[in-house]
């Protein structure tokens, strides 16, 4: 099948090409609605770009179409199968990827309070294609969908439970897309089917997510309504005391908005030591600079908390998974994340093949581990691939 999967963000638009569920070319434009819009596709060894005022998200998908045109990754729109849309939030509304209709876009625009900065741009995607190629199947694959297996006394939160069902106000959590790919991998590595495993998932880039997944299924995860709560993150805070927003708004006269951007942009590694790169914490941290060093403790810390409850939420753990930029690349991080996880759990982090350098799927754990450890890139783009190539295939049944 020969699938788009599109990213919609606010300013800009990412996607990549797949044939076969093999990505072949690429496209993006970024700073959307600014004088120097920069656009950009890859296809083989080739890369074209340019820079030039993009005034909306209709301009610049006729962009990325032409310009895969013009690169010869497709002849035509209509030879697609397919457009697979990321979709940040889908409530509860959405357990699984949908082939998108009306319906759904009415739903998925009721679900705008819940992800104001996420699911408009999304919309606009879907809504562009449908104007440029109204006969072309579109496919949702939502960020919210593997975690709506969570129990409800884990999806709730201990508010006025009549509050809880007006609102929507629970927990959602995020990454999904990510927890699952990753999830699906390592049973592959460890030759096993997946609803038999137990299995913590660790997402770490500039947003972080752990989940527990029981027997293949999301059964908890650390992000909730929004994706603020849970791990510390690159510049978001994640779990605090929330009588800390009343206190700032009382006595330091901050008002909501300012609180707000705050806790999402100005906290995390980038509140403690000022970057939320975190190749520069490391390195930093290594040249003895004291902030540095206690932010790359505080993020590691929170991290290993969330192992030690998930592991007695789980009762069993197969594996842990890291993943993500920071998951897949900092050794640092992974060292200071297992160290004295042996006597508690059981995991023996093999500190030798932890330093290997390597893009591909492995394990770093010692044969005597009781717990095995894998680091799992992360490929969202091909499970949207795989989720929308299964609605396909259900159409044609």
Known sequence: MKILVLNSGSSSIKCQYFIDQKSVSSALVERIGEEESHSEVKY?????????????????????????????????????????????????????????????????????????????????????????????????????????????????????????????????????????????????????????????????????????????????????????????????????????????????????????????????????????????VVMQAEQDNTLSSLALEMYTYRIKKYIGSYSAVLGRVDAIIFTGGIGEHAVKVREMVCEGLEESIGLKLDTVKNEIASTQSRSIHKLKSKIQLFVIPTNEELEIVLQTEKIMKNLTL
């Open 44 to 280: 083989k060894e080739q890369s074209f770009s340019s820079t030039a005022p993009v005034s909306d998200h209709h301009q610049a998908l006729e962009i990325i179409f032409s310009m895969l045109k013009e690169s010869n990754a497709i002849s035509s729109i209509d030879e697609l199968d397919a457009v697979g849309h990321r979709v940040v939030h889908g409530g509860s509304n959405f357990s699984e990827p949908t082939l998108i209709s009306q319906e759904v876009i009415e739903t998925i625009r009721s679900l705008i309070p819940l992800a104001p900065l996420h699911n408009p741009a999304n919309l606009k995607g879907i809504e562009v294609i449908s104007k440029i190629a109204p006969n072309l199947a579109q496919v949702a694959v939502f960020d919210t969908a593997f975690h709506q297996t969570m129990p409800e006394y884990a999806a709730l939160y201990p508010i006025p439970y009549e509050l809880s069902q007006r609102s929507g106000i629970q927990r959602y959590g995020f990454h999904g897309t990510s927890h699952a790919y990753v999830a699906k991998e390592a049973a592959e590595m460890m030759d096993e089917d997946l609803n038999t495993l137990n299995l913590i998932t660790l997402h770490l880039g500039n947003g972080a997510s752990a989940t527990a997944i029981k027997e293949g299924k999301s059964i908890e995860t650390s992000m909730g309504l929004t994706p603020l709560e849970g791990l510390m993150m690159g510049t978001r805070c994640g779990d605090i005391d929330p009588a800390i927003i009343p206190f700032l708004s009382h006595n330091l006269k901050m008002d909501i908005d300012s609180i707000d951007k705050m806790l999402n942009k100005e906290s995390g590694l980038k509140g403690i030591c000022g970057t939320n790169d975190m190749r520069e």
